[in-house]
């Protein structure tokens, strides 16, 4: 079973990823999570651009 996405990952997955931000591509590379796990996450939560990448600001 597939491990839950949270907001720590997807952002680490976005400051590692210079190019290619489609939820397929975050899943291609993660053992944990799957595009359907992280469409739900992204669908059931109100993540604005600006919002997402102040909190990526932080994790650097």
Not at 26 to 42: P, V
Request: with cysteine.
């Amino acid at each position: 079973m597939k491990d839950a996405v949270n907001r720590l990952d997807y952002c680490q997955y976005l400051l590692g990823s210079p190019i290619d931000y489609i939820l397929t591509n975050f899943a291609d590379h993660s053992e944990s999570f799957s595009h359907d796990q992280g469409n739900r996450y992204l669908g059931g939560k109100k993540v604005t651009p600006s919002g997402l990448g102040a909190r990526c600001q932080r994790c650097r």
